[in-house]
């Protein structure tokens, strides 16, 4: 059977600076791979450039989804495709309201692959079911989306759009910063249910708390633009001992 | 003999062709020494051309094209109905009382008359007015209607509504509102057209104490049309003018208000939204607000919208009288350009004689902001449709302003529409 994600000798750069300068990294259906970094490592511009961010220049390399070149495709047709982002720092949308927004995009999906739009009623009852899983206030789905919001219900909130939108493919980039613990648990514990031959996750992380949870399948370390250790649940609990200098002075 | 060598600058250019359609409609038009005024007027100052600071950026050297005297009988009174009922149908207005004016003339055939507003024709200008839109307008008008709500009466909602048939014709609507004391209304104007022509209304409203005047102007005007407007409130003690101008259409088009509060504790606001894409499109929003008395406030919100070719225009201009401390003055004006040709010319100016003031502006001009589509597209969302999303999360607000429900309804299914034709 073939990988979801397939990205190899991935580089890219914003302007003349190069941030990613070769990733290789694999994922298998159904597997939840954890990437860990230090500050600055590339992390973000990695699950950005799989989302199709444009401000990046790929400038060497090649990321498959699937079968399909994914590098070729335009955001939102990543997203139908079954690919979701959430956001380090999710973005406010002043004047849009976050029920809304969510339909749209919902039903956006659903007509690119060819399904059947859902209505307004249907899909509030959705979204309230969905929101009383992770604890949400009520008011946070008529409100703009993520204006004035907590830096910890703006992470809830893009959880709920993984909820709604069910992807195949999670990134999740530090999502479990800011959270606090029982909302950690309750996001941790939401994603490993996702856990299926159909779903895969590729979660950023400083933290050993939501790996605890997840057990992530395997553990990638990045520095400097490139993945220099890769190994199974183990190694995020010898980084949280040990830091990061030893290995990175191991992979030079 | 002495010379007198003294030159003034002409900013104006000739308005001889304008001048020789009024003498040979004279004797149509009936005589009157305020038309034979408003063309001494013309002819001594001319047109305005882009040197005059008022209109550096609104041309109007096409006005000269639009000298026919526009359409009259049972026919235009036809063709202007097919023009307005389907719309009036569209947005649920077609029971609302209605007066309706086609290519300069009141139409007795397509008027609701309303219960509570009487309702009289006007045939001329009472003052020549100073400039060259007012001039014109006095010079050849072929009247209006005089409105009028008596004291304490809440008169509901009433439409007026302008219909050119084209033809290059010009139209010259001259009418007056007046509201007395505590009364109030909500009057919605609307502007349709076919082809090319010129609409060029004057509109003197006055508000008496403690009354108050929602006034939403939608002016979706026809493409080739040039657009103008004039309207001049005067409010007195505790008075509220609502004002909102919607404005699409039109290849040149302004909207000018000029209000004077003149009474204490008087409030206007003075809102719009402009939506521009066309190539050359020229889109205007002028005003001059004159603070005159004891803690009087006026709040504007402008926002422009363009696209394409497009030009959009804010000149605000705050008066605070040396007798009108407390003042409260606020002018916001965001501009949202869709594409790298599009252009907003921005002239805020504050003129304050007083020293117990609070008067503020603001201004934005920029693009979509990147990061926002790329989330919104990263959800699934086309780019185009996170584009529309964004640009009525943008006009949002503004609309907001707009407290009568129904005709909020109606601005914002023209938004819809108009970006719906995109
Ligand atoms: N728009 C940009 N302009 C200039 N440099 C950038 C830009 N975006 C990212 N970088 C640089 O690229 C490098 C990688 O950034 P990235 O956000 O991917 O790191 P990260 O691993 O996610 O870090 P963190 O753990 O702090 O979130 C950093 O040095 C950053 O400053
Ligand atoms: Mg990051």
Redesign the pocket.
């Known amino acids: 059977m073939s990988h979801i994600l397939t990205v190899s000798g991935l580089k890219a750069a914003?302007?003349d600076?190069p941030?990613l300068r070769g990733i290789d990294l694999v994922v298998p259906p159904g597997e939840i791979h954890a990437v860990m970094?230090?500050?600055?490592?590339?992390?973000?511009?990695?699950?950005?450039v799989l989302a199709g961010r444009a401000?990046?220049e790929v400038t060497g390399g090649s990321a498959t989804y699937g079968e399909a070149d994914l590098l070729e495709m335009e955001p939102e047709a990543r997203a139908a495709a079954g690919i979701f982002l959430a956001f380090?720092a999710p973005v406010e949308l002043p004047g849009v309201n976050n029920a809304n927004f969510l339909r749209t995009a919902l039903n956006a999906q659903r007509r690119a692959r060819g399904q059947d739009e859902i209505d307004a009623v249907a899909f509030l009852k959705l979204a309230r079911e969905a929101g009383k899983r992770l604890s949400m206030p009520d008011d946070m789905l008529k409100r703009a989306v993520n204006v004035g919001f907590s830096g910890g219900e703006k992470k809830r909130n893009e959880v709920l759009q993984m909820a709604l939108l069910k992807p195949s493919l999670a990134i999740l980039?530090?999502t479990d910063s800011g959270l606090d613990v029982d909302a950690l648990r309750i996001v941790a514990e939401g994603v490993r249910a996702l856990r299926a031959p159909d779903f895969s996750a590729l979660v950023?992380t400083?933290h050993q708390r939501l790996l605890e949870i997840l057990v992530p399948d395997r553990v990638h370390v990045?520095s400097k633009?490139r993945i220099i250790r890769s190994g199974d649940a183990q190694l995020a609990r010898e980084i949280e001992r040990e830091g990061y200098s030893a290995l990175i002075q191991e992979a030079a | 003999m002495s010379h007198d060598r003294r030159i003034t600058p002409r900013l104006g250019s000739d308005a001889g062709a304008l001048i020789a359609a009024f003498d040979a409609q004279r004797e149509a038009l009936g005589a009157a020494p305020v038309r034979e005024a408003a063309r001494g007027f013309l002819a001594e100052h001319g047109i305005p051309t882009r040197r005059s600071e008022a209109f550096r950026y609104t041309d109007l050297a096409a006005l000269a094209r639009f000298i026919a005297p526009g359409a009259q009988g049972a026919q235009a009174e036809a063709r202007a109905g097919a023009i307005l009922h389907p719309f009036l149908a569209a947005q649920g207005l077609a029971d609302v009382a209605r007066v309706v004016v086609v290519d300069g003339l009141v139409s007795a055939g397509l008027s609701v008359p309303s219960a509570e507003v009487a309702t009289t024709l006007v045939e001329d200008a009472d003052e020549p007015g100073e400039g060259a839109l007012l001039a014109l307008n006095a010079m050849l008008t072929r009247g209006g209607v005089s409105l009028s709500v008596e004291a304490g009466v809440a008169a509901g909602r009433m439409l007026l509504v302008h219909v050119a048939l084209g033809g290059a014709a010009a139209a010259h609507p001259r009418h007056s509102l007046s509201l007395a004391e505590g009364a109030s209304l909500e009057l919605l104007e609307i502007d349709l057209g076919e082809d090319a022509y010129l609409h060029n209304s004057v509109f003197d409203i006055t508000l008496a104490e403690d009354s108050a005047l929602t006034h939403v102007r939608i002016q979706n005007a026809a493409d080739e049309a040039l657009s103008f407007a004039t309207v001049r409130p005067v409010l007195q003690a505790r008075a509220r003018y609502e004002g909102f101008c919607l404005a699409l259409g039109g290849t040149t088009a302004r909207h000018e208000v000029r209000a004077r509060l003149e009474g204490e504790a008087a409030i206007a606001h003075v809102n719009a939204a402009q939506l521009g894409r066309r190539d050359g499109q020229v889109l205007d929003l002028t005003s001059e607000i004159a603070h005159l008395a004891f803690d009087t406030r006026s709040l504007q919100t402008v926002k422009t919208v363009l696209d394409g070719r497009a030009r959009g225009v804010f000149s605000g201009r705050i008066h605070v009288a040396r007798e009108a401390q407390k003042t409260d003055g606020y002018q916001l004006n965001q501009a949202l350009l869709l594409s790298d040709s599009a252009e907003m010319d921005a002239r805020p100016e504050l003129e304050i004689y007083a020293d117990d003031v609070k008067c503020s502006h603001g201004v934005t001009i920029g693009a979509l902001d990147e990061e926002q589509l790329f989330y919104m597209r990263s959800r699934g969302v086309p780019a185009a449709e996170a584009e529309a999303l964004l640009v009525r999360a943008f006009l949002a607000d503004v609309l907001s302003l707009v407290e009568a429900e129904a005709s909020r309804g109606v601005l914002e299914r023209v938004v819809d529409a108009w970006w719906a034709q995109a």
């Not at chain 1, 970094?37 to 950005?48: D, E, H, Q, V």
């Open positions: 914003i302007g600076t941030i970094g230090p500050n600055g490592s590339g992390k973000s511009t990695l699950s950005y401000d990046y380090q980039d530090e950023i400083h990045m633009g």
